[in-house]
């Protein structure tokens, strides 16, 4: 651990170094430019509505913990179940992990309305049949479970232990995403997110996630130009993260399917607005699957430059995918008469983030690019020589 | 112990909205436009100018439905969701966290954000306001000038609520979800 000032503030000035360190700047202080934006006006600053309660911020919340389990997913492959060529990159995936989490949990704090009473009566008075509580508790876990792992992989080193935490913190993390895919898929009342898609489907998504992530970090790290023993892990990435796409393409197009087929009220048109807006199109489609999929199919899983790209291209997807999945559940109202003699019969919703929510979904990021950064100056992530 | 529910004669409904008015009023529920705890749902006339159907225009009062198995309350992560004695699901302000989890879950759009609590608030059978000072009706009901609306105990068969849905066929909005409410729309 080196945790003095000098070394944390300086670092090579190159271009790219700058301009991520500028991105990091201003996403930051626009999370607490929208924080106190929050503090002044509470929900108000947010363009959610009684019709459509979730936005940006729910959305970001998922795409932050999807990451965090994602890379902690991927580190596992190495040090929970010995695959040689990943235990490179256990360190670093798992401080991902425990970046991206806490950023999660900034986002969330602040869409929360009381997040104090949230953590005195989860414990006093616990809603058992409830996904969000479950979500939440098995996340505090998790986050528990990973802070002992990299404690064990880099301050205090002890093998033993840290494969425990690991496969602890796997669990622990598998649990609590499947549940919080269950918080959609529990939903009665919204017929294109109720049943058993999302709580597999999010497991799918932070497995591709923590694949895209460990490629933006390594190919940040390495300047896109890495040695052999880094080819061969990502050869063997590449290889996982085709079929992932490929099992991914698949289940979305049975979903899209069965959504549409027998055009079941509600449903039908929900999916159908799903599917046909440039959300889905572009941002779900071409850039989170497409893109990636086809430069590993026609490399035939070969290519690792290229992949660093398709990798900011599917985070970019990936983006989309948590978006649509919070609006798409809620853009059909719940009552479709019109309450007014002046008003227009009810149609779809309409929901665009205000840029309140900007300021804190997308700051959340800039934590990130703090964290990643401090962890990166403050803790030797590299493997150990026995690696 | 009761278990208390509504009847809504809903085809007398002239769409006045004195319950709207009332509810607000007794209630102190804050303007604005999300803030209601009950509202009048108008259907859309149909057929062509001239020829449009005068028939077809009918009003359906609604409110929270107090289910019987409500969605609302098994996602509440603190359970400040709950049914009280007498079957009512209310909210206590103390444990909800604003997660709004309830809100999403909710299959009539019955709930909304109280700006005095900053909690989640929604038609509770003006329990605090009329039951506990015991009086027998809501505000809905005693301000609607067609009588559309029947309140009682449906546990208890000489009420007027029970004897109405004995001899009355009604329908319930959508019960195929399970979520056995108790607002009876009567036919």
């Known amino acids: ?387 | 112990m009761a278990r208390y529910g509504m009847a809504l004669d809903y085809k007398s409904c002239i769409n006045c909205r004195a319950c709207e008015s009332a509810c607000k009023a007794e209630n102190g529920v804050l303007p604005g436009r999300d803030n209601y705890r009950i509202w009048v749902g108008q259907k859309e006339i149909e057929g062509q100018f001239p020829k449009l159907s005068i028939s077809s225009l009918t009003y359906q009062p609604s409110q929270c439905q107090h289910c019987d198995n409500a969605p609302c309350q098994q996602v509440c992560p603190t359970n400040a969701t709950y049914y009280d004695e007498n079957g009512v699901v209310r909210v206590n302000p103390e444990q909800c966290i604003l997660c709004t989890y309830c809100i999403n879950a909710c299959p009539y759009d019955a709930r909304y954000i109280d700006d005095r609590t900053v909690t989640v608030d929604k038609c509770n059978f003006c329990s605090d306001t009329r039951l506990a000072n015991g009086e027998t009706t809501t505000a809905c009901q005693a301000t609607c000038p067609t009588k559309v609306r029947t309140f009682g105990d449906l546990d208890d068969p000489n009420s007027d609520i029970s004897k109405l849905l004995e001899k009355r066929e009604y329908k319930q909005i959508k019960e195929h979800l399970g979520t056995k409410p108790k607002l009876f729309y009567l036919l």
């Open chain 1, 1 to 387: 651990m080196n945790l003095s000032i000098k070394n944390l503030i300086t670092f090579k000035k190159t271009p790219l170094n700058l301009l991520v360190a500028v991105i990091g700047a201003l996403l930051l202080a626009a999370f607490v430019a929208g924080a106190v934006m929050y503090f002044l006006h509470g929900h108000h600053a947010f363009n959610v509505t009684r019709q459509h309660p979730w936005g940006l911020l729910i959305a970001m919340y998922v795409f932050f913990v999807v990451s965090s389990t994602g890379l902690c997913i991927i580190s596992s492959i190495g040090h929970v179940f010995g695959v040689k060529e990943f235990q490179q990159i256990g360190k670093r995936a798992i401080a991902g992990a425990i970046i991206t989490i806490l950023s999660g949990f900034a986002v969330i704090a602040l869409e929360i309305g009381h997040p104090i009473t949230m953590l005195i009566y989860n414990v006093l008075t616990p809603g058992l049949t409830s996904a969000i509580w479950w979500m939440g508790t098995l996340y505090g876990i998790y986050l528990c479970f990973i802070l002992l792992e990299f404690f064990f992989l880099t301050i205090k080193v002890d093998h033993k232990w840290s494969k425990i935490f690991g496969i602890g913190g796997l669990l622990a993390g598998l649990a609590a995403h499947s549940n919080l895919g269950a918080v959609f898929g529990f939903l009665i009342s919204r017929p294109t997110a109720n049943g058993v898609f999302y709580p597999v489907y999010f497991i799918l998504s932070a497995m591709i996630t923590g694949c895209y992530l460990i490629y933006i970090i390594y190919g940040f790290k390495y300047r896109n130009n890495y040695p052999d023993h880094l080819k061969a892990m990502f050869l063997k990435l590449n290889k996982i993260l085709g079929m992932l796409l490929g099992i991914l393409i698949f289940f979305e197009a049975w979903k899209i399917l069965t959504a549409l087929y027998g055009t079941m009220p509600e449903r039908a048109e929900t999916i159908m607005y799903a599917v046909t807006s440039p959300n889905f199109l572009i941002g779900e489609l071409l850039l989170g699957m497409l893109i990636p999929f086809f430069i590993i199919l026609f490399t035939n899983g070969q290519a690792i430059k290229p992949m660093v790209y398709a990798s900011l291209t599917g985070m970019i997807g990936i983006f989309f995918m948590r978006y649509d999945l919070v609006h798409d559940t809620l853009v059909y109202p719940m009552t479709m008469l019109k309450r007014s003699e002046y008003q227009l019969p009810p149609t779809l919703l309409h929901y665009f983030p205000s840029p309140t929510e900007m300021m804190i979904g997308f700051g959340g990021i800039g934590i990130t690019i703090l964290g990643l950064y401090v962890a990166e100056k403050v803790f030797n992530l590299d493997p150990d020589p026995e690696h």
